[in-house]
């Protein structure tokens, strides 16, 4: 685990196998900076002892562009040397004492593209330490397994940086000569590297003082640059929700005096969970009703609330490694998603929130799943680490997480979460661990009678297919439903074992009527639903006492991260839509639905049908809308047709220009068809009073913006020039984002003459708004593609005055919009849209190696595609992997990739 890196670019494949113990704990750490973007000056005074549990062996510290001035020993020089990048030092004093280690660096943080460990943000100074940038501030056991506690002290400028912030409590401030000042801060808490930080700058809070049910009190405060203040009241309101939450539902209270978040422009990922300075992108902190969207609130929420309850869920308890990186992550995504539906007060808007989080599983984790680039949710290996920040590790791990506590009930979970931290608070730890004190906690329980089986979710990758097929015996009164599990071969797994599946499971009648369900070993029949536990290759279940033949409903709330096999005919499909009690599985079957018309007209020979939908879809789809029960939410759900890339995924041969067609047909054909009652959606849902994020008044401007996108789409083909004016008004009188952006969005997407005024109007309204001006580019980008004129509009949007490529929010908008969510517009015949993709990989590699790698997955896929896409996808990757100092972030996914 120690030798990370060759010195000159070769890489090393790191795997869990080959763990072993750190030879050298480190107790404590003094850190001091004298903070200044060309040259930062790092006093870094650690105390260590040996493990002797380890073999004696050199200290080797990792660091990277460093520029090392001093290295003492107990306050003494000392020999030491450099391999690759790292530092060795050999002669070090005998035995268990504890010894002192004094090493002097400087860095240039204002020369840091990469923007890991510390850099320069618009004039603040900034840190990313997860999960190997710690290494780029100081040499360090840069490893989560090593814990430590904190001192540190920051000076600098105090007119240029009058904000100086690291992680826990305040301790000491004051004034330096030369216009300087220092700032002291302590962590009560012992950490691994990662969790370190430091901003400085000039910066402005709103702060809130809070009580918790221990009666403690808590500062928290929400840093952000002067002029955004505005913008922070639902990031604070979300933070106290957080805080409230962890401690009602699992008795985990705030553990420091205070608790700070810090926005930034310029940030690689979502948010970062340093302990009690916890540094966020801007996207996920800035919010008013005038800037941002109903998505972007629900965002900041979630994301809030991630990050918080890591304090717990990866700060107080940690990582062994980062192979077990699922178990902080997979686990706070999973307390996130139950965090966000909680605070829904309807059983329906819990629903919508599950099914959202189901729909990003399915098209984005599975086709992971299936790819170049597929691991387990605890992986056996990497190159680089800063790859396998995935939706494995993440949502799917979170999906293992939810199966838990499916196996054991909530308030079993809860204990299993106590048992956790009782057993292993302020240590680092495996993913067996955590498993292990949930099984413990519910000796009776199945998780706990399965648990080396059920384990295979951490160690197999690959989605299961679960196949269902039902026989009713009419003479016996018994219906049987066999299910039968199977998972395809993956990366270094060609055979799989069977996992554990809990299936939750209800019938349906003729009518649709909710059927009692018994076995026939049941004492008695039980209503609603069940949850039975698969384990087998193929098992068998016969109810009895079933007077005709029902319909079942598999899976309900999305039990289990699996593709569910199940000959539906069409009738049982609209039967369940109309009558299933489960909402996810009625959102399921007009998704099953819409899924077969699409795939009936993409393989149908010849031209693409201008009407792929039948009599009977837009029948259901047009009581959907009108339902007078219906959530608007979930009706703007289930009326959306699944994805391009989600078709795509269940072709063996992908043709991405007829998904494409036959999609917008399909999009067209229900403009037409449900024009009333589009007019009608549209009226009934529009004003919705004062604005508020809440899930009835975001469900009813989706539905709202949904439908005038479809009256602009039915007004493309007919010319009738009422409904793009309605939008293009509606777009100038807007009171919120959401319903402005809904309005240009229904302009763009429709491709009205409209369009590009509306989008020029909009520029100059949010020139100065630089999360509203990345939506502006993004729609652009992800616009639908008519005759190849995305990649110009692309093109030129790159040489745009706003468009920054170095700035990762930004560059995401325009690039990643076209190449990873833009399938029509990016898979050309003439392979242009391959050619743009290699030229940005190789441009962003250049200076920010860990964006190029997530642009770099965009052609995961490219086996599946049909000539000629698919020689030229493999001619780009190729022309990629040909680059003689690629990074290895981006070289272990083109390799993987071009892998047969």
């Known amino acids: 685990m120690s030798l990370l890196r060759e010195a000159n670019g070769p890489t090393t494949v790191i795997r869990r196998e080959d763990y072993a113990a750190p030879a050298y704990w480190i107790d404590t750490v003094e850190l001091s900076f004298d903070l200044d973007p060309a040259k930062t000056r790092v006093l870094n005074k650690m105390r260590l002892r040996r493990n002797t549990d380890v073999a004696a062996q050199a200290l080797r510290l990792d660091g990277e562009e460093l520029n090392l001035a001093r290295v003492l020993v107990n306050g003494a020089g000392c020999s030491f040397k450099m391999e690759g990048h790292q530092l060795v030092l050999e002669n070090l004093p005998e035995g268990d004492a504890p010894f002192d280690l004094e090493i002097f660096t400087t860095c240039e943080p204002d020369k840091n593209t990469q923007l890991m460990g510390l850099y320069v943000s618009q004039g603040t100074f900034f840190t990313q ?63 691994p590297c990662y969790l370190f930080a430091l901003v400085a700058g000039q910066l402005v809070a709103r702060e809130q003082r809070i009580v918790a049910r221990n009666g403690n009190e808590h500062l928290l405060q929400v840093y952000v640059r002067p002029g955004d203040m505005d913008k922070t009241e639902h990031a604070m309101n979300s933070l106290i929700a957080s805080v409230v939450w962890d401690e009602a539902r699992f008795g985990l209270p705030l553990d420091l005096e205070r608790f700070m978040i810090v926005a930034t422009a310029d940030f690689n990922m979502g948010a970062m969970e340093n302990k009690g300075l916890n540094i966020f992108n801007t996207k996920y902190v800035l919010a008013n009703s005038a800037t941002a969207t109903d998505t972007d609130f629900a965002n900041i929420e979630s994301v809030v609330g991630h990050e918080y309850f890591h304090n717990w869920t990866g700060n107080r308890i940690t990582c062994r490694d980062w192979f077990q990186l699922s178990l902080k992550e997979g686990l706070t995504v999973f307390r996130d998603q139950e965090f966000s539906m909680d605070l829904c007060a309807e059983a329906s808007a819990r629903a919508v929130k599950r099914i959202e989080d189901v729909r990003v599983l399915r098209t984005a984790q599975f086709p992971e799943d299936a790819g170049p680039m597929a691991h387990p949710v605890r992986p056996d290996s990497y190159v680089e680490i800063n790859n396998f920040y995935t939706v494995t590790i993440y949502e799917k791990g979170a999906e293992v997480v939810r199966m838990m506590q499916t196996l054991v009930g909530r308030a079993g979970f809860a204990a299993g979460m106590k048992l956790y931290f009782a057993r292993h608070d302020g240590q680092a730890v495996t993913c067996d661990d955590f498993a292990q004190a949930m099984a413990d906690a519910n000796p009776q329980s199945d998780l706990a009678r399965l648990l080396p089986q059920f384990k295979r979710w951490y160690s197999q990758a690959g989605t299961p297919h679960l196949h269902a097929e039902g026989v ?262 807007a009171g919120n984002m959401t319903d402005r952006f ?44 008519r005759s190849g004129n995305v990649l110009p509009a692309v093109r030129q949007l790159l040489v745009h005055p706003d468009f920054n490529l170095r700035n990762p929010n930004r560059a995401r908008s325009v690039i990643f919009s076209y190449c990873s969510a833009n399938p029509g517009g990016f898979h050309r015949a003439d392979a242009a849209g391959y050619v743009f993709w290699s030229e940005r990989v190789i441009e962003l590699d250049g200076f920010n190696p860990q964006v190029a790698a997530r642009l770099a997955r965009a052609l995961d896929r490219w086996k599946k595609l049909a000539e000629p896409y698919r020689s030229a996808a493999r001619e780009a990757i190729a022309r990629v992997a040909a680059k003689p100092d690629l990074s290895n972030d981006v070289r272990e996914v083109v390799t993987r990739s071009l892998a047969d």
């Open 129 to 191: 330490c997860e999960a190997e940038g710690f290494r780029r501030i100081t040499y360090f056991l840069d490893r989560p397994d090593v814990m430590a506690s904190y001192t540190v002290t920051l000076r600098a400028d105090k007119k240029r940086y009058p904000v100086l912030l690291s992680n826990g409590n305040l301790v000491e401030e004051g004034v330096l000569p030369d216009g300087r000042h220092f700032a002291k801060w302590v962590d009560p808490h012992k950490k």
């Open 472 to 733: 009713f015996d009419a003479a016996t009164r018994s219906y049987t439903l066999t299910l039968t599990q199977r998972c395809d071969p993956s990366p270094a797994q060609p055979a799989k074992q069977p996992f554990v599946i809990p299936v939750a499971l209800g019938l349906l009648d003729a009518n649709g009527t909710e059927l009692p369900l018994q076995l026939a070993h049941w004492g008695q029949p039980e209503a609603g639903t069940r949850t039975f536990v698969l384990t087998e290759a193929s098992e068998s279940f016969t109810f009895v006492n079933v007077d005709s033949e029902p319909v079942p409903s598999i899976l309900r709330g999305f039990s289990a991260p699996v593709v569910l096999e199940v000959d539906y005919t069409d009738a049982q499909l609209l039967g369940l839509l109309a009558f299933d009690t489960d909402a996810f599985n009625r959102w399921e079957a007009g998704q099953r639905l819409a899924l077969r018309l699409a795939l009936n007209a993409i393989r149908t020979q010849g031209p693409v049908p201008n009407a792929p939908l039948d009599a009977a879809y837009l029948a259901a789809m047009r009581a959907v809308l009108r339902h007078p029960a219906l959530d608007a939410a979930f009706k703007e759900l289930v009326l959306t047709l699944p994805s391009e890339s989600y078709i795509a995924e269940q072709l063996d041969v992908v043709d991405p220009q007829r998904i494409h067609a036959v999609r917008e047909a399909m999009r067209e054909q229900l403009a037409h068809g449900l024009h009333d009652d589009w007019v009608w959606a549209y009226e009934a849902h529009k004003d919705n009073g004062a604005y508020s994020p809440d899930p009835l008044g975001t469900g009813r401007r989706a539905l709202a913006g949904m439908a005038l996108t479809m009256l602009c789409l039915a007004a493309r083909s007919n010319g009738n020039p009422v409904w793009p004016g309605k939008a293009y008004q509606r777009f100038k009188d």
């Open 742 to 785: 809904n309005a240009l969005s229904a302009l763009v997407v429709s491709g009205q003459p409209l369009a590009p005024d509306a989008l020029n109007r909009f520029h100059s309204m949010f020139r100065s708004e630089a999360l509203v001006i990345d939506k502006w580019f993004a729609l652009q980008a992800g616009a639908p593609d």
